[in-house]
């Protein structure tokens, strides 16, 4: 199984979602043509056709989940601390907690067309109560069109709508590549090894592939990308997906415009109608709404649950209808992006008119034409959200649907546009008037930095056989240790696609060895010889390989302690000491929540932090040099977090390199 590992150490997504999967591009498909066609590619492997017999995802066993929660939590606790962790762990394995992992095993016996830990994740979702914005919600921003004339943003939102539609087609004719990882592409992405497999029944087709060394993913998220909203409902909201509807919806200045993209057949509108109607809604001159509706989804969701039954109530359920059911919603910003950092407050907030928050994304172009995708988590992870955003921007820039050049169809736009128009009572305004104010408030509080370290990335550190992705969180580790002297709980998320209906287990990134590295680095740097911190750097690098390893064959211990939690409360069962142990509230207290992003078409992403007191840090790990965004609340400095960041890669290179750390 080792080539299995190996692939699936590359499969890490963000917290939310965000992405990732260093390396894992959806494998060789056939183009329709340049700037023509229905479909992305026609693959001659159905899209779905491994999901059947994709394996399930394992429970791991108690007592391997009691020991690595235990190695999780030796860094970050003292010995009194640690002993009293150890007693929680002892009785949790021996009583309730054996009992509950039974249970756990037989309910997941009766379920074998799902994963044990899919529903607690979707109850997590949507049964929070928190706003969706900063929360939740992630964003990926694209790499300029590489021919800048098409960046233009009637272009460019043409474009990349057109593209998104072509995906639709694609995905729901079956004609979209199957998500794989190819180890031997030579062996198994050619049309020999697909006109073989393709005729392999589905409950054995991953068998098939695992014999060639390619590795099927879950794509059972893909179908919520389009049509799809998350609806606010008391206590638990729900997911809502029309896939009949076939509409665009458009957002600009606050205004709700909607048009067909796909016609009565199914076929998509003629590229030169969509920049028609585009180009009518971007020359509306109607200024940003008094009561812009669009706050409402960034609400608690129980007060937005509450004031969306006042607004059907009033007489808008047909427009909100149509505004849940379609195929997504692109927002035209009416402004440019100054640099990385006004991209990222743009792209993961905006100033609350202009987004939809809760449909599954917000495709998002700004005046200049920069682009980015922002989304809401509770459907699903960024594996999907990645390979769609990888094939939009590939299809968009190769075979663009229109050109600069290209004249908008003779159409009437004025009859094909519709208008949305809500009817609001002064309560639903004053409930509108909140959600601004709280808005506003809150995004007043977040800050976003980023940097660049030019000094090196993936190769030099390959050849020091280091772990890229491992410096980088040792990095981490050393700057947290170097601005505030502590070591706390870190999340890093890894995506168990590789199973029926997985999800993510979480890579605890702070352990025994970054934290003797970091403070021998931060601390004591002269009474340490290069060769010295070498072999910590070495011995950091292969713990978080193994790390990374167990959390992407579902056997981690976060997913396995969460179900367990969750099955005790389902049950009414008293929730077991170990949960109730400060050292259990403190771990799920993730400080430094980060994700890596790492695709050619990616220019930068973000989020906030998931805790008050915490950083939100997106990076990637590039062949020459190191990028990251970090975001943080009044109670962090982001800036500094970065200045001591710097400092600490160039150490570690300092290190590498043999020259002594100053101290």
Not at 87 to 108: I, P
Not at 450 to 477: M, N, T
Request: hydrophobic residues 40%; neutral net charge; aromatic residues 10%.
């Amino acid at each position: 199984m080792a080539p299995r590992l190996l692939l699936l150490q590359l499969l890490r997504s963000g917290p939310r979602g965000v992405a990732v999967s260093p390396g894992v591009v959806p494998c060789r498909s056939l183009s329709t043509g340049p700037g023509s066609g229905e479909y992305l590619q026609r693959s001659i492997v159905p899209t779905m056709h491994y999901q059947d017999s994709l394996p399930r995802l394992p429970i791991p066993k108690l007592e391997d989940t009691m020991r690595r929660y235990l190695s999780a939590q030796k860094p970050l606790l003292d010995d009194d601390q640690l002993r009293k962790t150890e007693q929680c762990c002892k009785s949790f394995e021996s009583g309730t907690g054996k009992e509950l992992h039974e249970l756990l095993v037989a309910q997941d016996k009766k379920n074998k067309h799902t994963s044990y830990i899919s529903g607690p994740w979707f109850d997590m979702y949507l049964t929070a109560r928190d706003s969706v914005v900063l929360n939740f919600n992630p964003f990926m921003a694209f790499n300029p069109d590489p021919k800048p004339e098409y960046n233009d943003q009637l272009t460019r939102a043409t474009n990349m709508t057109v593209s998104a539609i072509r995906f639709l087609k694609t995905l729901r004719d079956g004609l979209l590549e199957p998500e794989v990882f190819h180890l031997n592409p030579a062996k198994s992405d050619t049309d020999a090894f697909k006109r073989v497999i393709r005729y392999v029944p589905s409950f054995l087709s991953w068998y098939g592939a695992y014999l060639v060394n390619a590795y099927p993913l879950d794509m059972s998220q893909y179908f919520r990308l389009f049509n799809s909203t998350r609806l606010p409902k008391p206590g638990r909201d729900e997911l809502f997906t029309d896939a009949k509807a076939r509409h665009l919806l458009v957002l600009r200045r606050g205004h709700f415009y909607i048009f067909d993209v796909l016609d009565q057949d199914g076929n998509i509108v003629s590229p030169s109608k969509i920049q028609a109607h585009l180009r009518y809604i971007l020359t509306d001159s109607s200024p940003v709404p008094e009561f812009p509706l669009a706050y409402l989804t960034s609400e608690n969701r129980d007060v937005w649950a509450e004031v969306r039954q006042k607004l059907v109530h009033g007489g808008n359920g047909q427009t909100l209808e149509k505004v849940d059911s379609a195929v997504f919603c692109l927002c035209l910003d009416d402004f440019p992006i100054k640099d990385l950092v006004h991209l990222s407050h743009t792209m993961l907030h905006g100033d609350g008119t202009n987004r939809w928050f809760d449909k599954s994304f917000n495709l998002i172009v700004a005046k200049d034409g920069t682009a980015a995708v922002h989304f809401e988590h509770a459907w699903g992870d960024g594996v999907a959200v990645l390979r769609f955003f990888n094939e939009v921007f590939k299809d968009s820039t190769e075979t663009p649907a229109v050109t600069p050049q290209s004249r908008p169809a003779g159409t009437d736009s004025s009859a094909a546009v519709q208008k949305l128009r809500f009817e609001l009572s002064d309560a639903l305004k004053s409930a509108i008037a909140a959600a601004k104010d709280k808005f506003e408030a809150t995004m007043r509080t977040l800050a976003i930095d980023c940097f660049q370290f030019q000094r090196g990335g993936k190769e030099f550190l390959k050849k020091q056989k280091l772990s890229p992705d491992a410096v980088a969180q040792l990095a981490f580790q050393m700057a947290f240790l170097r601005q505030y002297g502590q070591t706390v709980a870190t999340y890093e998320s890894c995506s168990t696609a590789a199973f029926k209906h997985g999800r993510t287990e979480t890579i605890r990134p702070a352990s025994v060895f970054t934290k003797r590295c970091s403070e021998a680095f931060v601390r004591e740097p002269s009474r340490h010889s290069a060769s010295s911190l070498q072999h910590m750097l070495a011995e950091c690098s292969k713990y978080h390989g193994q790390l990374t390893k167990e959390a992407a064959m579902g056997q981690g211990f976060d997913r396995h302690l969460f179900a367990l939690r969750h099955l005790a409360a389902a049950r009414g069962i008293a929730l077991p000491d170990l949960y109730l142990d400060p050292a259990y509230g403190q771990i799920n207290h993730n400080i430094l929540s980060t994700s890596t992003l790492s695709s050619p078409a990616v220019n930068v992403g973000g989020f906030a932090p998931v805790v008050p007191d915490g950083f939100g840090i997106a990076y990637a790990v590039h062949d020459n040099w190191i990028g990251c965004n970090v975001s943080s609340y009044p109670g962090r400095d982001a800036r500094e977090f970065l200045h001591c960041l710097e400092r600490c890669l160039q150490d570690i290179f300092d290190a590498l390199e043999g020259k002594s750390i100053k101290t």
